[in-house]
């Protein structure tokens, strides 16, 4: 353990405490601070000086910062307790919920949401106080024992019809969901006494080391292997929210330790197909969703589905999807190219797959009815149809995806053709 010498604190220091408090709060973003890192950046300050604010961002940078993707979580939380005048006013328009439609005048920016709650952890907003020439309040009993609760209704509540703080307060939900899946046997074989398979090289060898005498067959069963995940997301103008909440759930997914997977792929597709895999990677959110962004051009505009599954299919079938992986399509089916090109790309994205489960957010609707042309050819080639518009549909996908025999609603709509 490093030994350290006793640390001299000024008269007054409020520097020091100031140090301390932006360590908490650095803290409470996520970062692995502890106090040795404080003492570690309160002698590092007093070795640099605080003359320079650049040289001050990096002093201390160099002190809390120990992986590429928390410094996006440390700039931001930087800015709003050290640069920024005006931070608490600005922190708390960044908590509280906007209304859609309105434009803000400044768009947040990664891990900005996540300093904002660390620094506001244990502030609560103001509330008036009754006035004496107000009458007395009117008190109503409800009875809410048959009522659902909020996280029960956010989970049915659709991704489109959201406000700001229901998407900030699902997106936390959405992080703990998880999408396990069950391994299958594969050809290879491992040592079991309760096997059904001889294991006759193992068996043989063991009889050589004794002269030829067999004593014991050694048996095997199949080894278990799991399966890879590829995610295809329909990023156009009509999916853009659906999308948004769909990638912070695979972000979820893709960074899970031990949840069956052996490796999880995701692309985004509009007018052009956009491999996200490596951002998906990045540990923070924010930062691994802003980076896909910059990556894919085709944000909220047209869609070229059989374009882009084509892409897919020539380019990128053979690198991920070996050895039977299940694959997650997630659009509305609104295509725009010729409806024969669509369905030959999809009967051959079928043929790769070991499962290929469609997820359309628009099944929210009671009278759906395949009446497009891009999903009435879409339709025959996936072995699952199911919706995913809310938190509710992505729970039920994470408990039907191990079941070969769950259809969805691909009998009812093909029934309907």
């Known amino acids: 353990m490093p030994e350290y010498a006793p640390l001299d604190l000024p008269e007054n220091p409020k520097l020091t405490h100031n140090i301390t408090h932006f360590a908490r709060a650095l803290r409470k973003a996520g970062l692995p601070v502890g106090p040795g890192r404080v003492m570690d950046a309160i002698r590092a300050v007093e070795a640099a000086g605080f003359t320079s604010k650049q040289d001050f961002f990096f002093t201390l940078r160099a002190c809390f910062v120990n992986r590429p993707e928390q410094r996006a979580v440390f700039a931001q939380v930087f800015r709003l307790y050290w640069r920024d005048p005006r931070y608490m006013e600005h922190m708390m328009s960044l908590m509280l919920p906007a209304i859609r439609g309105v434009q803000e005048d400044r768009t947040a920016k990664a891990a900005e949401k996540r300093a904002a709650e660390a620094l506001l952890d244990g502030i609560e907003p103001e509330v008036p106080e009754a006035r004496d020439d107000e009458g007395e309040e009117t008190l109503i009993e409800i009875d809410a024992s048959l009522t659902m609760s909020r996280e029960e209704k956010l989970k049915t509540l659709d991704f489109e019809q959201m406000s700001t703080s229901e998407i900030a307060e699902a997106k936390r939900m959405l992080a703990k969901l998880r999408l396990r899946v069950k391994p299958f046997g594969s050809r290879r074989g491992m040592p079991s006494h309760t096997g059904h398979r001889i294991d006759a090289r193992k068996t043989l060898r063991a009889a050589m080391r004794r002269g030829g005498e067999m004593r014991r067959i050694h048996l095997q069963k199949p080894r278990p292997r799991w399966p890879n995940l590829v995610v295809l997301c329909d990023i156009s103008g009509s999916m853009?929210?659906?999308?948004?909440?769909?990638?912070?759930?695979?972000?979820?997914?893709?960074?899970?330790?031990?949840?069956?997977?052996?490796?999880?792929?995701?692309?985004?597709?509009g007018t052009r197909l956009t491999n996200i895999t490596r951002h998906l990677a990045t540990r923070d959110v924010d930062a691994a969703l802003a980076a896909a962004?910059?990556?894919?051009?085709?944000?909220?505009?047209?869609?070229?589905?059989?374009?882009?599954?084509?892409?897919?299919?020539?380019?990128?079938?053979?690198?991920?999807?070996?050895?039977?992986?299940?694959?997650?399509?997630?659009?509305d089916g609104l295509d725009r190219g010729e409806a024969k090109d669509l369905g030959r790309e999809m009967e051959r994205l079928h043929l790769s797959s070991r499962r290929l489960i469609w997820l359309n957010p628009l099944l929210r609707w009671d009278g759906f009815a395949p009446r497009a042309t891009g999903i009435r050819a879409m339709l025959p080639h996936v072995d699952a149809f199911r919706a995913g518009h809310s938190i509710a549909t992505l729970e039920d996908l994470a408990a039907a995806i191990s079941k070969p025999g769950d259809l969805g609603e691909k009998a009812r709509l093909l029934a309907a053709l």
């Not at 997914?253 to 949840?259: F, L, Y």
Request: aromatic fraction near 12%; charge should be positive; hydrophobic fraction near 45%.
């Open 293 to 331: 962004g910059q990556e894919a051009q085709d944000w909220e505009g047209g869609t070229r589905i059989g374009a882009c599954l084509h892409a897919f299919n020539r380019d990128w079938s053979r690198r991920v999807m070996g050895q039977g992986a299940v694959v997650l399509l997630i659009t």
């Open 240 to 269: 853009s929210q659906y999308s948004r909440m769909v990638l912070h759930f695979l972000h979820a997914v893709a960074n899970e330790k031990g949840a069956g997977w052996a490796k999880v792929h995701a692309f985004t597709f």
